[in-house]
């Protein structure tokens, strides 16, 4: 893409970061973890607007605003997350998925 | 090999590795503090496509303020000493197997197809916050007031419900 780093280098870590975060999110059974994981995952996509809006449009801010945008989803999705997660352990004294079985019958 | 792919692989590196060792360590806390590397790396590949501004929203929201977050709560509800119980050798295999089998596809998939080489120079190019500010409130092309107002609405009702959410009842 610029000066002998091609477009699809940054397409392979993001999608190398993005199959780890969803490995994370099968096999962790902490809550905290398994958000974690989803954090990789969002931030590997926005490495992919961004290069993206480099090398097609590289004087226009598309990718930038839409990395932006899932920043912010990001931040917000993760605090109300946390407090539900502190929430659930002041009920249950746990935040294991497996152990969670509350509501269910 | 030129400064730019030294960098490149560098960051790239530390990205797979310590995200890796985010969802492999054991540790709690460890596991949140390669997740502040993963991202810290991730502004360093946007300061080299000279996305400045975005890098430095990377580092203050994502490194600052969501691992600060983070932090706090595996400080709150878990023992940092003790070590998280290993999930079974069939759930691993499995997952490993899943994400394996999407990942190796979607990265033939990237190399199969031919982007075109288009060759940036990303040494005159200027953005700087002015446009970025302008276009966050324009409402013509390339405008960006509607988005920016839903998700201000978006992290108030955030707020506001994490607030309700985490708060101590009296009953």
């Given amino acids: 893409m610029f000066d002998g780093v091609p477009l699809s280098w940054f397409l392979i870590v993001a999608t190398i970061m993005f199959f780890v975060g969803i490995y994370g999110f099968l096999v962790r059974k902490n809550l905290i973890t398994m958000l974690m994981s989803l954090e990789l995952i969002l931030n590997s996509v926005n490495i992919n607007f961004v290069a993206f809006n480099k090398l097609l449009y590289p004087n226009h801010l598309e990718g930038m605003f839409f990395s932006i945008f899932i920043i912010a989803v990001a931040a917000s999705e993760a605090s109300v997350a946390i407090a539900i997660i502190i929430n659930i352990y002041r009920r249950l004294v746990n935040i294991d998925v497996e152990k969670m079985e509350e509501m269910k019958y | ?171």
């Fill in chain 2, 1 to 171: 090999m030129t400064s730019n792919q030294i960098m490149f692989f560098i960051f790239s590196a530390v990205i797979v590795i310590f995200s890796i060792l985010t969802v492999s360590s054991r540790r709690i806390l460890r596991a949140a503090t390669f997740l502040l590397f993963v991202l810290v790396a991730t502004a360093g590949l946007y300061f080299m496509l000279r996305f400045n501004f975005l890098a430095a929203i990377q580092l203050t929201l994502y490194a600052g303020g969501i691992v600060v977050l983070i932090i706090f709560s595996i400080l709150l509800t878990s023992q940092v000493g003790q070590k998280l119980e290993l999930p079974s050798v069939k759930k691993r295999i499995f997952a490993a197997f899943a994400a394996l089998a999407g990942g190796l596809v979607c990265i033939f998939a990237i190399l199969q197809y031919n982007f075109p080489i288009a060759v940036t120079d990303l040494s005159t190019e200027r953005t700087t916050i002015d446009d970025i500010g302008k276009a966050m409130i324009s409402t013509g092309k390339y405008g960006y007031a509607l988005p920016f107002e839903v998700i201000s609405i978006l992290l108030l009702a955030a707020m506001i419900g994490a607030i309700i959410i985490a708060k101590k009842r009296k009953d």
